[in-house]
């Protein structure tokens, strides 16, 4: 009211006058923060209502890496870092990292400000509303920047439509640089963590760098004492802009890897959940205690791959009121079809979300398929980024900037390794399944077939590497050589790729190895991963594609080429000085290693039938066995056989009919040997017969471990075998050093006399007349006592030697 009422005419002159607008400066507060509030974010708060139930960290887990970070908050460490990026795949957990960070912060008042960021929420997936948002929680938690916000808000109430290097000194650095100014944060508890989470999730790519920027700004331009903990998936942008100066002097990279043992904790989320729908789920009465089994337990962590996003939508899924957590359960380990609610919805929408954003779909999904479909079998060697390059006929380089949208699903190692990983291993689930990928989608069939395609294209292409190079080997295509015939029974053989595989030509792959092993010829031995290792991969291919070709064709006079020259080689290197090579080679043509087991084919037992030196039984053990050659069954019924008895192809190593008379005869000195070895009584050898009269005690004492060997393992057959546990193997061998060699030798004998009367008739049916051969088998010569405890074998080589006079006299 007025403090002159129903004046007219009134004039008042001189006096000093003083006028309070109150009022009207209280409107413009108000309207400035009116006006900040219109631009805030509230879904962005971490303890915003509009976040329904967001994602957080199940208890007990994710204990070491939130202590990690705590550490780092309270100025723990000793750190000049100002800036802390976690980082890591999709779904591994970060924002309910995150999100217990904020809360634990927030407790404590030293949680300054935070930002959540969300590609579905219309508000959240551009940068316009952060540090509107972020200068709304500042005047919150530090009331004194409240009046200085104010005001600049006042001064430039445009300032939202600023551009974000505007908003931030605005909105940030002046109101608070008062406080800076007066020591305010000097206090150790003062609030000063800013939260950003999710700033990948922007829907505007160059939105990322340039957010970092700013941040880099509030450091290097303006001196402010904050510190970010910012929480991401490692795209390419904001890798990049992590690695550049000068935000790199700044940051420290703390990565969601397996150094914190993901799987430990995922398997605590799963063990509780189930525990929990067991307890509590209105369907409990027909959940069985022991649900789910420990080995469903083990398939979905190992599924989860270490990222919680799948735990938590399977957990989610299974634990529906409305359904049975038993049949949900074994629609996610797909022994029961979907109807209508998809399991794995969420974790699609991620998986889509991050294809969509690719530049060259098409080219990327054909790396990533080659990653999923690759031969376990020397797939190391397509596993390194160089080697997919080559391998797909890429430019190098191509394979990095196809897979850089792809970080938080594939990862490799840009300055090391460069081996290239799948981080999901649903990914390759959702890929496979057309309703799940749908436009991204990919069949398997079509993958082996263009990589069958691949294998056909290297083998024909000649390697850049000149073959003088001692690491032209490195270059050489040992992958496609080996697994082509594994994708061929994998792929459908289309007419284009018949029409492949009728043009593959081994020719200039021959002559470079053939050119490259005459100067390095070491390379050439049959070892893992050697040239001869890796020709022999034709043989399986031989088999796939044989049925649909001539064997007048190139591609079979090719295989027997290679064939030849590897075996021919094989034997010039190793066994070209070895008498009783012919034995072996006999043997060969007539017991094929698969008719004999491991237990009688040992190298001593094959050397004492040919004489070799102790020095050389691997030498016998790896030609014979043949364990060099792929378990093709054409190797052991076609080819080597095939080799050794044809001359044209075989020259010196051929195999006559004199080849196996020779044999013959030896194996029949062998079998008449009048002393094999006496067999062993354990228990009344001379030493433990008289050990056993003069010292009753200690005998005794001995012979306990004879019958603790005999109950644990030792083994006394029909035929006196002896096979001594690994365990027992040892106590023998230290307790009883020269029993234990006897014994040994004496099983030598054994399977030396099996090999013998099993081999003797079929060499005798092959053998040409020999006159040493015949005089040795007509003299009636007795077989041994070691080849007596065969009676029915010693039958038959006695009617094969009836059969073999008869015939060639």
Known sequence: MSMINNTQSLAIHGGVFTQHNSLAVQSLSQSAFERLQKEVAPGAFHNSGERFDPPKCHPRTRVAVI??????????????????????????????????????????????????????????????????????????????????????????????????????????????????????????????LIILDGIDEIMEQRSHSKILQVISDIFHRHRMPFIFLVVSRPEQEITFAFNSQPLSELTDHLRLDNTFHPDDDIRLFINDSFSEIKTGHPRKKSIPPSWP?????????????????????????????????????????????????????????????ILSALDDPERTLLVIGLILVRAQFLGHHLSRIPDIERFLGL?????????????????????????????????????????????????????????????CRNISCSSDVDTRDKDWLMQYPTYAVRNMAYHLNRSELTPELMSHLTQLSFEQLIEDASEHLSLYPEQGRFTPGSIYDTWLGVIPLADRIRPMMTDDSEFYRLRQRFCDDVIKREFDLFYANQPSLYLLLSLTCVTPYRHLSDFRWTPASVAQLTDWNKADHQKVIDLFRLDIFPHSASFYTDIFPGFLQDVSRAGKYTV???????????????????????????????????????????????????????????????????????????????????????????????????????SFPKLLRRSAASDQLIASVTAEKPFSQRALQYPALVKQCKAAMVTYVARVQ
């Open 656 to 758: 006559t009919a004199e080849t196996f008379a020779r044999a013959s005869l030896k194996f029949l000195e062998y079998l008449s040997r009048s002393r094999l070895g006496a067999l062993i009584n354990l228990r009344h050898t001379p030493r433990n017969l008289t050990s056993r009269r003069n010292r009753p005690w200690h005998w005794r004492k001995h012979m306990r471990y004879l019958d603790l060997g005999a109950r644990k393992g030792f083994k006394f057959h029909s035929r006196f075998d002896f096979t001594p546990t690994p365990w027992l193997r040892d106590v023998r061998q230290s307790h009883f050093p020269k029993l234990y060699f006897r014994l040994r030798r004496q099983q030598t004998y054994i399977n030396a006399t099996y090999i013998a009367l099993k």
């Open 395 to 455: 430019e190098a380089g191509d394979v990095e900037f196809l897979l850089a949208d792809m970080a938080s699903l594939v990862s490799w190692e840009v300055d090391g390794t460069q081996i290239v990983q799948m981080l999901h291993a649903s990914f390759g689930d959702f890929l496979f399944d057309h309703s799940r990928s749908g436009t991204f989608s990919l069949e398997r069939k079509a993958l082996h077939a263009v990589m069958a395609y691949q294998c």
């Open 293 to 353: 089994s420990e080995e469903v337990i083990d398939a979905l962590v190992h599924k989860a791959s270490g990222q919680f996003i799948y735990a938590a939508t399977v957990i989610r899924f299974i634990e529906s009121i409305r359904h049975r957590p038993m049949e949900r359960l074994d629609i996610i380990l797909g022994l029961r079809p979907v109807h209508r609610d998809l399991p794995f919805a969420e974790l699609d929408a991620l998986y889509m979300h």
């Open 67 to 192: 202590e990690r970070i705590m550490n780092w908050v309270l100025w723990k460490e000793r750190t000049n870092s100002l800036v802390l990026w976690l980082n890591g795949a999709a779904g591994a957990g970060k924002s309910a990292i995150a999100q217990k960070i904020a809360e634990l912060c927030y407790e404590a008042e030293i949680l300054l400000a935070s930002f959540f960021f969300s590609r579905s929420d219309p508000h959240r997936n551009h940068p316009k509303a952060l540090f509107a948002t972020l200068s709304y929680q500042i005047a919150c938690a530090i009331p004194e920047a409240r009046l200085h916000l104010e005001q600049e808000i006042s001064r430039d109430p445009l300032i939202f439509t600023r551009s974000l290097e505007a908003q931030m000194v605005a909105l940030i650095v002046k109101p608070l640089q008062s406080l800076v100014d007066s020591s305010y944060f000097s206090d150790p508890t003062s609030p000063r």
